[in-house]
């Protein structure tokens, strides 16, 4: 009876009977395959005392094997090929694995997690290198790996040029210093405004999507000091409206956080959960550890997730029929990212306010004319043979999200927005926000260093208005936030002053320039605030020119963290949200 209803499960979402039983629990994908295995007259293959001579491919291409599905091995001087349950349990390709020659006898089956822990174990450190390494080594002009020495060189440069320009003429140096930067300022919150302008009704799911041509679909999650969190992760991921036999969901551990591996541990969890141990070896940050799991990853699509996420049911569907409806060269889905404890402190209102006119408003206005985007670090949804083909995540950048959101668009692929919400978790006390806030500026700048390495190839990627959005959206978010305090300040000394026409002229190019940035982000935060329906909570945008002033406490503790420690992963902490309300 348990079988029958299974296998017309397995008809109704177009998967094998195995995957069903193992999801459901009701039976081992080992004890099916084993059976499965008997039944076609093949050995089952464990591999577990497979020894490493057994196969003939370096460690490199080993660890190919577990996206191919297939690993070669030479067993008693005879080719022998060790397929994974997912290539043979459908009926054609059962009768084509019957008709393959030499058969049964150069054909075994195994399992995917038997075949990605032979993997782990004979090729753990191939997997380590190119979780940390492979980007540095194989693109080094996209890795933030070198850029210590860059920044360190431009500050040094920019300094010794400013300290010399002011000595020998420094009115001359402050007229023309000052004028640029409130160009620079005022052209950054007329971008803002131009999205604000320009955002567009986002994609909805339009249609329902048959269970049977869904693709397979991978979930990535990196937890490290979570285990406050992982539960609510998990119910989360449980509640998606997605069959849960396409799904492959990869819970990323780091090996001595013993309190998260207790807590995933207590779930007892099993298909479609994996966890999978991120390596051990600098640097510790989530973009090593996504980059860890993706050579694992069995979907055709790929989604990350924070672990204090909490993604709306139909989010993955969103994006399927997102990606069908648009070309090949839409190879990236931007969930909205929204806050939900917005209620516990002044910062949380803050945060939401600025969350809805990034990912409701500005976002969305790049999106709507195939601009490139800085990615928000969750709820990306990739093209999972894409995102490996650009190099995946540089675990070296801090904000590995923004870093790849450029990349992609320099590879001439497309990024969209689309109307599924992903509720999170802001901070709500200085301390932690801070600390995120200089991983950010911290990142960004990364970034900006990184691809402006050769500015004429950046130029010739991204095209003139795309290079333009680069500048603006990546490196002047940074700079406006750190030359906030010194406008402010003259300013405040224009205004008591006498009246002189050089201090005249500057207090209107600072005046507008302050006034620009402040009535962007006011009208951002607005409309983003509107269209998730509140509007009523809009009143806290008034204290932005507080607010602009801790960011650029956290812009300048950026700078300074990206000289002395440019790769630390500065945590923020979840699971202590005071409230959670989801609207929008």
Same mark, same amino acid.
């Given at each position: 009876?348990?079988?029958?209803?299974?296998?017309?499960?397995?008809?109704?979402?177009?998967?094998?009977?195995?995957?069903?039983?193992?999801?459901?629990?009701?039976?081992?994908?080992?004890?099916?395959?084993?059976?499965?295995?008997?039944?076609?007259?093949?050995?089952?293959?464990?591999?577990?005392?497979?020894?490493?001579?057994?196969?003939?491919?370096?460690?490199?291409?080993?660890?190919?094997?577990?996206?191919?599905?297939?690993?070669?091995?030479?067993?008693?001087?005879?080719?022998?090929?060790?397929?994974?349950?997912?290539?043979?349990?459908?009926? &054609?390709?059962?009768?084509?694995?019957?008709?393959?020659?030499?058969?049964?006898? &150069?054909?075994?089956?195994?399992?995917?997690?038997?075949?990605?822990?032979?993997?782990?174990?004979?090729?753990?450190?191939?997997?380590?290198?190119?979780?940390?390494?492979?980007?540095?080594?194989?693109?080094?002009?996209? &890795?933030?790996?070198?850029?210590?020495?860059?920044?360190?060189?431009?500050?040094?440069?920019?300094?010794?040029?400013? $300290?010399?320009?002011?000595?020998?003429?420094?009115?001359?140096?402050?007229?023309?210093?000052?004028?640029?930067?409130?160009?620079?300022?005022?052209?950054?919150?007329?971008?803002?405004?131009?999205?604000?302008?320009?955002?567009?009704?986002?994609?909805?799911?339009?249609?329902?999507?048959?269970?049977?041509?869904?693709?397979?679909?991978?979930?990535?999650?990196?937890?490290?000091?979570?285990?406050?969190?992982?539960?609510?992760?998990?119910?989360?991921?449980?509640?998606?409206?997605?069959?849960?036999?396409?799904?492959?969901?990869?819970?990323?551990?780091?090996?001595?956080?013993?309190?998260?591996?207790?807590?995933?541990?207590?779930?007892?969890?099993?298909?479609?959960?994996?966890? $999978?141990?991120?390596?051990?070896?600098?640097?510790?940050?989530?973009?090593?550890?996504?980059?860890?799991?993706?050579?694992?990853?069995?979907?055709?699509? $790929?989604?990350?997730?924070?672990?204090?996420?909490?993604?709306?049911?139909?989010?993955?569907?969103?994006?399927?029929?997102?990606?069908?409806?648009?070309?090949?060269?839409?190879?990236?889905?931007?969930?909205?990212?929204? $806050?939900?404890?917005?209620?516990?402190?002044?910062?949380?209102?803050?945060?939401?306010?600025?969350?809805?006119?990034?990912?409701?408003?500005?976002?969305?206005?790049?999106?709507?004319?195939?601009?490139?985007?800085?990615?928000?670090?969750?709820?990306?949804?990739?093209?999972?043979?894409?995102?490996?083909?650009?190099?995946?995540?540089?675990?070296?950048?801090?904000?590995?999200?923004?870093?790849?959101?450029?990349?992609?668009?320099?590879?001439?692929?497309?990024?969209?927005?689309?109307?599924?919400?992903?509720?999170?978790?802001?901070?709500?006390?200085?301390?932690?926000?801070?600390?995120?806030?200089?991983?950010?500026?911290?990142?960004?700048?990364?970034?900006?260093?990184?691809?402006?390495?050769?500015?004429?190839?950046?130029?010739?990627?991204?095209?003139? &208005?795309?290079?333009?959005?680069?500048?603006?959206?990546?490196?002047?978010?940074?700079?406006?936030?750190?030359?906030?305090?010194?406008?402010?300040?003259?300013?405040?000394?224009?205004?008591?002053?006498?009246?002189?026409?050089?201090?005249?002229?500057?207090?209107?190019?600072?005046?507008?320039?302050?006034?620009?940035?402040?009535?962007?982000?006011?009208?951002?935060?607005?409309?983003?605030?509107?269209?998730?329906?509140?509007?009523?909570?809009?009143?806290?945008?008034?204290?932005?020119?507080?607010?602009?002033?801790?960011?650029?406490?956290?812009?300048?503790?950026?700078?300074?963290?990206?000289?002395?420690?440019?790769?630390?992963?500065?945590?923020?902490?979840?699971?202590?949200?005071?409230?959670?309300?989801?609207?929008?």
């Amino acid at each position: 009876m348990v079988v029958a209803a299974a296998a017309r499960r397995a008809r109704d979402v177009g998967v094998g009977i195995d995957r069903v039983l193992a999801v459901c629990g009701v039976m081992s994908e080992e004890r099916y395959l084993r059976a499965f295995a008997n039944r076609l007259g093949i050995r089952y293959e464990s591999l577990e005392d497979t020894p490493r001579a057994a196969c003939p491919l370096g460690d490199d291409l080993m660890v190919e094997t577990v996206a191919a599905g297939l690993l070669p091995l030479v067993i008693d001087g005879a080719p022998t090929h060790v397929v994974v349950a997912r290539a043979v349990t459908s009926p &054609s390709m059962k009768a084509r694995l019957l008709r393959a020659p030499g058969y049964p006898t &150069s054909i075994r089956l195994t399992s995917e997690a038997r075949l990605a822990a032979f993997v782990h174990r004979h090729a753990g450190e191939a997997v380590a290198d190119r979780a940390a390494d492979a980007l540095a080594r194989h693109q080094p002009e996209m &890795s933030a790996a070198s850029t210590p020495r860059c920044a360190v060189a431009a500050l040094a440069v920019l300094s010794v040029l400013t $300290i010399l320009g002011v000595w020998a003429w420094p009115r001359h140096v402050h007229d023309v210093a000052g004028t640029c930067l409130a160009a620079l300022f005022v052209s950054w919150s007329a971008l803002r405004l131009w999205a604000a302008a320009n955002a567009p009704d986002f994609y909805r799911l339009r249609d329902h999507v048959d269970d049977a041509e869904l693709p397979h679909y991978t979930v990535v999650a990196a937890l490290h000091d979570e285990a406050r969190s992982v539960g609510g992760l998990v119910a989360a991921l449980d509640g998606l409206d997605y069959p849960p036999e396409k799904l492959d969901i990869k819970l990323v551990l780091e090996r001595d956080d013993a309190a998260t591996r207790a807590a995933v541990a207590a779930l007892r969890l099993h298909a479609p959960y994996e966890v $999978i141990v991120a390596p051990d070896r600098p640097p510790r940050t989530k973009p090593k550890a996504l980059n860890a799991a993706l050579p694992f990853a069995r979907g055709r699509f $790929i989604a990350v997730y924070d672990a204090e996420d909490e993604p709306e049911p139909d989010q993955l569907r969103a994006a399927v029929a997102c990606f069908r409806d648009h070309g090949p060269e839409l190879v990236c889905v931007q969930a909205r990212l929204t $806050i939900a404890n917005a209620d516990d402190t002044w910062l949380t209102r803050l945060f939401a306010a600025e969350y809805a006119g990034l990912f409701d408003v500005f976002l969305p206005g790049l999106a709507r004319h195939r601009l490139p985007l800085p990615l928000g670090g969750s709820s990306n949804h990739f093209v999972t043979a894409v995102l490996r083909q650009v190099g995946a995540w540089d675990p070296h950048n801090v904000t590995e999200d923004a870093d790849l959101g450029m990349r992609l668009a320099r590879f001439g692929f497309e990024t969209a927005v689309m109307a599924s919400s992903t509720f999170e978790e802001a901070p709500g006390h200085f301390g932690p926000w801070l600390r995120q806030r200089t991983r950010w500026f911290k990142g960004w700048t990364q970034t900006w260093l990184v691809h402006m390495r050769r500015p004429w190839r950046l130029w010739r990627d991204l095209g003139p &208005s795309g290079f333009l959005v680069f500048q603006l959206a990546v490196g002047g978010s940074v700079l406006a936030a750190l030359v906030h305090p010194l406008f402010l300040a003259v300013f405040a000394a224009a205004l008591a002053s006498d009246g002189s026409r050089p201090t005249a002229l500057l207090f209107g190019f600072y005046g507008v320039a302050c006034v620009a940035g402040y009535a962007s982000s006011i009208v951002l935060g607005t409309v983003g605030l509107a269209r998730r329906g509140l509007l009523s909570r809009a009143w806290v945008l008034l204290t932005i020119p507080v607010y602009w002033l801790l960011l650029s406490a956290a812009a300048w503790r950026a700078l300074f963290k990206l000289v002395a420690r440019p790769f630390e992963w500065e945590k923020t902490p979840h699971g202590l949200a005071r409230t959670w309300r989801k609207q929008g």
